[in-house]
């Protein structure tokens, strides 16, 4: 834990927000380094003034400090800081992401994460509806990430975990005060099968001005976030405020126009979100995007063998009977003997994951690597 007592030092300084500390921090590299700045250096970062310059110089961590890294320990909870390569990718581009993150769980570094949001008084077509919709995306290998509270946030999680596959709860409360306590054993589930994850510290009450803090990370580590039912004032209509603002994709699902719980949604869709009706409609949208990210970032790297052992037998089965030269969807069908509709999702599923790629036509091929 030596290494992760400078960044809460750091947090901890009077003046120094998320956006302050996230300019140190990309300046300097570390927390360690800020500390050990001059005060000239410490005055060429954009936004640092004299008195951050003394606030920084003259601060002490306070002994809570270490008292909370011990629970940490004891509890098996992990921290992920700003730097740590488990940071979630996405969340570390916003403009003022968490200096770390208190993590119940593991943090999967994939980009294909997608937010589902929506009121706490769901009706039933909004929880069958949620729990439809995140199964089917978590079965492609997309991660559903919510905010566990009651209503649509639980139905998403839940339909992840039907599915098997994974989700993470962004909590506006402390690891230490689940909220709502009904959920202490979704808590659990999500901790085994995904993360749950709170900028807050462990004690920290479930406050009503934490939530719009917490919306932000649920927008800002998903390539897209979906709304499925809201009223006018809802705080899911914030959550999709703030992925607008994170240049991230805004989806709303339809709902009755005789019900006050869409109205939020169909607000959405008048202003430009995209009308989700099912799945593909999403991946629709998020698959031009992954392809963008990967080219711009230029990380992609030959699939090693922990990655392949990943796939199931299907899975691999289809990546095998792949090669660099175009091979047409029903050609591949016949070759592996595998239904149309199983060969289409498992194919998307690759697709998305980097693996295959397609080129107009249905025609497919082993992505090339770098």
Do not use: C
């Not at 961590?61 to 996405?90: C, F, W």
């Not at 790629?357 to 249905?362: A, H, I, L, R, V």
């Amino acid at each position: 834990m030596d290494n992760i007592r400078p960044w809460f030092n750091l947090k901890s300084v009077p003046g120094v927000g998320n956006l302050l500390g996230k300019r140190l921090i990309d300046h300097f590299k570390s927390p360690q380094n800020v500390f050990q700045a001059s005060d000239e250096e410490l005055l060429r970062v954009d936004g640092v003034t004299g008195r951050h310059v003394t606030a920084i110089k003259t601060h002490k961590m306070s002994q809570r400090v270490e008292a909370e890294l011990d629970l940490v320990d004891r509890k098996g909870y992990h921290i992920v800081t700003l730097t740590d390569s488990n940071y979630p990718q996405l969340l570390r581009q916003i403009p003022d992401p968490p200096p770390f993150l208190y993590v119940s769980g593991r943090l999967d570094r994939s980009p294909l994460k997608i937010a589902v949001v929506g009121s706490r008084n769901a009706t039933g077509y909004g929880i069958t509806t949620t729990k439809s919709l995140s199964a089917n995306l978590a079965s492609l290998g997309i991660t559903i990430v919510s905010g566990m509270a009651r209503g649509i946030d639980t139905a998403a999680h839940q339909g992840a975990l039907a599915a098997g596959g994974k989700t993470i709860a962004v909590l506006g409360s402390g690891l230490q005060n689940i909220y709502p306590a009904e959920n202490t054993t979704l808590f659990q589930r999500i901790s085994e099968q995904g993360a749950v994850v709170s900028e807050f510290p462990l004690f920290t009450k479930p406050e009503a001005h934490n939530f719009p803090i917490r919306n932000r990370i649920i927008s800002g580590m998903s390539l897209g976030t979906v709304v499925v039912e809201a009223t006018r004032k809802s705080g899911s209509l914030i959550t999709a405020r703030l992925a607008a603002e994170q240049n991230r994709e805004v989806f709303a699902v339809p709902g009755s126009i005789q019900s006050f719980k869409s109205i939020g949604a169909h607000t959405l869709i008048k202003q430009g979100a995209k009308l989700v009706e099912n799945a593909q409609d999403i991946i629709e949208e998020i698959t031009p995007m992954i392809q963008y990210r990967e080219s711009a970032g230029n990380t992609r790297s030959d699939p090693d063998e922990d990655n392949l052992a990943l796939l199931t037998a299907e899975e691999l089965q289809v990546y095998d009977a792949l090669g660099p030269y175009p091979v047409h969807i029903d050609d591949l069908a016949r070759t592996i003997s595998m239904g149309p509709g199983r060969l289409s999702s498992i194919l998307l599923k690759l697709e998305l994951n980097g693996l295959v790629q397609q080129s107009p036509g249905k025609f497919f091929t082993v992505a090339p690597y770098d």
